[in-house]
């Protein structure tokens, strides 16, 4: 990987905040687009701008033509079997809550079991909460180790036979954990349940292979991965989307409409209500293409690189603490002694650095690790060792900074 020929496509890179260089940390909660998928949306704004599926003329035919042709890359970038199992939706958090509406809610009664972990993100968390609510489900938590990781043995333990949906995050956003994704869904299968992951933080870092990690519902979205924002996909098996129904209504997904029932376009149009997010769905198609132009495997290395890095320099720094195991993807979360993350998100932002401070959206798990909020820095494939020394020297800035005033 050349970083400065990467860097030169992200033309927001060149840029100064607060007298400062830019240095962008904050890629987990969305990374920044490359010249060619802000061309691709704008060619098609400019050029072929035209509904989908539905017209005959010719800007109709290249915009159905641009929107499938997305999905096709969709389905070779994750190894779906089919089109058929792959839908567009505006997000992860969208896809994540059809599988609760359209599977969990109607397939689960009382004495059924969900199994998420505390590291789940809100929206792995929430949907989840709501379906037990309204079936009776009972919602289990299996127990991470003291690191922050799954141990296979706690999970045998948890998922009996009870359980019909286990639903877990492939990479944690606050931890950098890889879970073992592959591993869960054998444990859920050989108990009758369904394995669904949350893939936002996975599938920009790293080859995503859905037939490989046998899961039955794969979820992410399209911003964490140099694509626009307010597209997303949920892979499903083609088996368990044909029997779901679809949980919005409207036009696109309809077969046949009478005055008091209709009947459902087949897979995927069936979950596709309305107009479609066809600018969203190309830009997606070329952010595919700049990633696998790379390769996948290139950026997981880089990815991972940084991270230990980053671990290593922020290690050395005292009264700091990073949480989440050692071996790691992409990110960073971290404390100061006696600095709110909040202040020092600010005093890094002076400095033209970007992190991200709070919950992260995963209350859970800052409960979990008897904190109430953390920094977070997060790295994608344009990220420098040199932004890293600028992050340490900010941190070590932020230190001296609070440590004059109190």
């Given at each position: 990987?050349?970083?400065k020929?990467i860097?030169?496509q992200f033309?927001?890179l060149?840029?100064q905040?607060?007298g400062?260089p830019l240095?962008?940390?904050?890629?987990?909660a969305?990374s920044?687009?490359?010249?060619r998928v802000?061309?691709?949306?704008e060619k098609?704004?400019?050029?072929?701008?035209s509904?989908?599926?539905?017209?005959?003329?010719?800007?109709g035919t290249?915009?159905?033509d641009?929107y499938e042709g997305?999905r096709?890359k969709?389905?070779?970038?994750?190894?779906?079997?089919?089109?058929?199992?792959?839908?567009?939706?505006?997000?992860?958090?969208?896809?994540?809550?059809?599988?609760?509406?359209?599977?969990?809610?109607e397939n689960?009664?009382?004495?059924d079991e969900?199994?998420i972990t505390?590291?789940e993100?809100?929206?792995n968390v929430?949907?989840?909460?709501?379906?037990a609510?309204?079936?009776?489900?009972?919602?289990k938590y299996l127990d991470l180790?003291?690191?922050?990781?799954?141990?296979?043995?706690?999970?045998?333990?948890?998922?009996?036979?009870?359980?019909?949906?286990v639903s877990?995050?492939?990479v944690?956003?606050v931890l950098?954990?890889?879970?073992p994704i592959k591993?869960?869904a054998?444990?859920?299968h050989?108990?009758?349940?369904?394995?669904c992951?949350?893939?936002?933080q996975?599938?920009?870092?790293?080859?995503?292979d859905?037939?490989d990690l046998?899961?039955?519902?794969f979820?992410?979205?399209?911003h964490?991965?140099?694509?626009?924002?307010?597209i997303?996909?949920?892979y499903?098996?083609k088996?368990?989307l044909?029997?779901m129904?679809?949980?919005e209504?409207g036009?696109?997904?309809?077969d046949?409409v009478?005055l008091?029932?209709?009947t459902?376009?087949?897979?995927?149009?069936?979950?596709?209500?309305g107009?479609?997010?066809i600018?969203g769905?190309?830009g997606l198609?070329?952010?595919i293409d700049f990633?696998e132009e790379i390769?996948?495997?290139n950026i997981n290395?880089h990815d991972?690189?940084?991270?230990?890095y980053?671990?290593?320099?922020?290690?050395a720094?005292?009264?700091?603490h990073?949480?989440g195991?050692?071996?790691?993807t992409?990110?960073?979360?971290?404390?100061?002694?006696d600095?709110?993350?909040?202040?020092?998100?600010?005093?890094?932002?002076?400095?033209?650095?970007a992190?991200?401070?709070?919950h992260?959206?995963a209350?859970?798990?800052m409960?979990?690790?008897?904190?109430?909020?953390?920094?977070?820095a997060?790295?994608y494939l344009?990220?420098t060792e040199e932004?890293i020394d600028?992050l340490?020297?900010g941190?070590?800035?932020?230190k001296e900074y609070?440590?004059?005033?109190?």
């Open positions: 990987m050349n970083i020929d860097r030169s033309p927001i060149d840029q905040v607060n400062r240095v962008y940390l904050d890629s987990a969305t920044q687009k490359p010249i802000i061309e691709a949306l098609y704004y400019k050029e072929y701008n509904n989908v599926h539905r017209g005959v003329h010719t800007l290249r915009a159905t641009g997305a096709e969709v389905r070779k970038f994750i190894n779906a079997k089919s089109i058929e199992e792959v839908i567009f939706t505006r997000g992860t958090t969208t896809a994540l809550n059809t599988v609760a509406q359209g599977y969990a809610r689960l009664s009382e004495g969900i199994v505390h590291m993100h809100h929206a929430i949907p989840w909460q709501q379906v609510r309204k079936t009776g489900a009972t919602l180790q003291a690191d922050g990781t799954i141990s296979l043995e706690v999970a045998r333990r948890t998922i009996t036979p009870n359980t019909k949906i877990i995050m492939h944690s956003n950098g954990v890889i879970n591993e869960l054998q444990i859920a050989e108990n009758g349940a369904i394995m992951v949350d893939g936002a996975s599938t920009p870092h790293m080859k995503v859905v037939q046998d899961c039955d519902f979820a992410f979205s399209g964490k991965m140099c694509g626009p924002t307010g997303g996909v949920l499903g098996k088996h368990l044909e029997n129904e679809p949980v209504f036009g696109e997904m309809i046949f009478q008091h029932e209709s459902w376009k087949e897979l995927p149009w069936k979950f596709e209500a107009t479609p997010i600018g769905a190309i198609g070329a952010a990633l390769g996948l495997d290395a991972q690189k940084l991270a230990q980053a671990y290593e320099c922020m290690g720094i005292e009264g700091l990073i949480y195991p050692k071996e790691r992409g990110l960073v979360t971290f404390t100061i002694d600095v709110h993350p909040h202040d020092v998100a600010t005093v890094l932002d002076a400095d033209g650095i992190v991200r401070a709070g992260h959206c209350q859970p798990l409960r979990w690790l008897k904190v109430s909020a953390t920094a977070r997060s790295f344009y990220n932004e600028e340490v020297k941190i070590i800035k932020t609070f440590s004059n005033v109190f």
